[in-house]
């Protein structure tokens, strides 16, 4: 299972600081390497790490990394050399450092990048080290909120996307992918891509799924994909509450988390279920892919499986439909 940090980021500021600094085990013979690196990036050798608190139940490796002057940071590592990933996975952290580097002069609630290492020069591990951001996760809080709370959260969200979306690329693709001159010219190109590498990661590990079906019913419909004239910014991991912190008095959005699969294409692709018309039913079915063999390859408990092979038989029938008609 895949918890939220943004949940024990609160947790952490109250707990009290260890004399000499509380750094866990398997990240003790970096410690003196990180503090050099907290010191170059803020210019000041003063500045000491005071605790180090790992987060278990991530893919990445996150540390949450308390400060003397009091500030936080957040420390994201590659997963282990042991860790096996799926194929969107292999380049997240590279991904969320490109866009928020992106984002970073676009006033939204994004954690700044202090330092992205993606030839692990330094701390033995590609590694991503961002600004805290304060706030409590929605998915957390949600079940206690009224539905004018809700809907006003969901409001805000839907404004912080279209700003996002603003930001345009000339090729379409994974944003990494698109960064190293690798992107694809038409959007139908690059989402057909994207959902190969789904199905053969599910292929790769013997995951039930309507294989033939599904490249059956995506090869009838792929068509629509080129109504997509413009690659714009779209961060599809926002839909999830676990991604969203919010102020409990004001019920503001303070931060948004989880970038790294950002992707330049359609920015009906960022709507979820809402998202209509043969292209969202495209989205719905690569969607519903990527949760059932990330949810094999990465088991967790809270039913993501079974909404998502709900989700992926709708959709391949509603295509089937429209295929008739």
Not at 92 to 107: F, I, M, R, V, W
């Amino acid at each position: 299972m895949h918890l939220p940090y943004s949940n024990r980021l609160a947790v952490c500021s109250s707990v009290t600081m260890a004399h000499p600094p509380s750094i866990p085990a398997p990240f003790s013979s970096d410690f003196s390497v990180l503090q050099k690196v907290i010191q170059h990036t803020f210019q000041t050798p003063r500045l000491t790490i005071q605790q180090i608190e790992e987060l278990p139940n991530h893919l990445h490796r996150i540390r949450l990394v308390r400060l003397s002057n009091g500030s936080r940071l957040v420390l994201k590592l590659a997963p282990s050399l042991s860790t096996s990933l799926l194929r969107h996975e292999r380049q997240c952290l590279d991904t969320e450092a490109l866009t928020l580097s992106l984002l970073a002069k676009s006033g939204l609630p994004t954690p700044r990048v202090l330092k992205h290492d993606s030839q692990a020069a330094s701390l033995h591990a590609p590694f991503l080290l961002t600004t805290y951001l304060y706030g409590t996760s929605f998915a957390e809080v949600r079940p206690y909120l009224s539905r004018a709370d809700r809907l006003g959260i969901e409001r805000q969200l839907r404004v912080l996307s279209s700003a996002i979306s603003q930001h345009k690329s000339t090729t379409f693709g994974p944003v990494s992918l698109v960064w190293t001159g690798r992107g694809h010219k038409r959007w139908r190109e690059a989402f057909l891509s994207m959902m190969e590498s789904a199905l053969r990661d599910g292929e790769d590990m013997l995951v039930s799924l309507p294989y033939s079906q599904i490249r059956e019913q995506v090869a009838k419909a792929e068509r629509a994909l080129d109504e997509v004239e413009d690659a714009r910014l779209v961060v599809p991991a926002l839909r999830n509450p676990s991604n969203l912190l919010i102020d409990g008095r004001t019920k503001e959005i303070t931060g948004l988390l989880d970038f790294g699969m950002a992707l330049w294409g359609d920015v009906e692709m960022g709507e979820g279920n809402d998202a209509g018309g043969t292209r969202g039913l495209l989205y719905a079915c690569y969607g519903a892919v990527v949760a059932i063999v990330t949810n094999y390859h990465h088991p967790q408990r809270d039913g993501t499986e079974l909404d998502a092979r709900k989700t992926l038989t709708m959709a391949l029938a509603q295509l089937a439909a429209d295929c008739l008609e």
